[in-house]
T-cell receptor, first 113, second 116 residues
Framework: DQQVKQNSPSLSVQEGRISILNCDYT??????FLWYKKYPAEGPTFLIS?????DKNEDGRFTVFLNKSAKHLSLHIVPSQPGDSAVYFC????????????FGTGTLLAVQP | EPEVTQTPSHQVTQMGQEVILRCVPI?????FYWYRQILGQKVEFLVS????????KSEIFDDQFSVERPDGSNFTLKIRSTKLEDSAMYFC??????????????FGPGTRLTVL
């Protein structure tokens, strides 16, 4: 089941620069997309989301872009900080009764001081 | 800030034994979920629960699994007869439902289940 894919297992970025994390999906029924951040031995922490009626959503240093025609979304973090170092998961759901989340495999972001 | 809590943080059990994983969702949330993450793999949906009944379950959630909301605050996952392959991190999540709008799920810290 590869409905949500994160093709980059890891990413290294210098502090202060932009981090761009990418996610692709195959199910055209997905209409709600989320990014979660996860530290070791902790649960996923919600970062930002976007519904399919939008193509951009911004919250502070975090911006999510959605390209429905390409079935692609990305998370931009500007400026990156060492505390941003974690695993980032993309997740998608079909709006409706359960909104179960389908997760990608995650991207390990390392922000170098 | 309200949060989802889970107990225990780590559970070790023998194959064939029953385990109960406990969760306290955020108090005004109406949807509850269990997910699991086997080491090195992605987070997988197990089951969703609303209005005191299962609303959806995955193919992983077979007859060995059950969920319950026994007292209006706790939400439990029971594995009746554990197998080695049940070893994983189990996450509870909850979500409020504001009619018509999508909203995020909040996750607990997880219970690491080790089946020997």
């Amino acid at each position: 089941d590869q409905q949500v894919k994160q093709n980059s297992p890891s990413l290294s970025v210098q502090e202060g620069r932009i981090s761009i994390l990418n996610c692709d999906y195959t199910n055209s029924m997905f209409d709600y997309f989320l990014w979660y951040k996860k530290y070791p031995a902790e649960g996923p922490t919600f970062l930002i989301s976007i519904s399919s009626i939008k193509d951009k959503n911004e919250d502070g240093r975090f911006t999510v872009f959605l390209n429905k025609s390409a079935k692609h979304l990305s998370l931009h973090i500007v400026p990156s900080q060492p505390g941003d170092s974690a695993v980032y998961f993309c997740a998608a759901s079909v709006g409706g009764a359960t909104n179960k989340l389908i997760f990608g495999t995650g991207t390990l972001l390392a922000v170098q001081p | 800030e309200p949060e989802v809590t889970q107990t225990p943080s780590h559970q070790v059990t023998q194959m064939g034994q029953e385990v109960i994983l406990r969760c306290v969702p955020i108090s005004n949330h109406l949807y509850f979920y269990w997910y699991r993450q086997i080491l090195g793999q992605k987070v997988e949906f197990l089951v969703s629960f609303y209005n005191n009944e299962i609303s959806e379950k995955s193919e992983i959630f077979d007859d060995q699994f059950s969920v319950e909301r026994p007292d209006g605050s706790n939400f439990t996952l029971k594995i009746r007869s554990t197998k080695l392959e049940d070893s994983a991190m189990y996450f509870c999540a909850s979500r409020k439902m504001t009619g018509g709008f999508y909203n995020e799920q909040f996750f607990g810290p997880g219970t690491r289940l080790t089946v020997l």
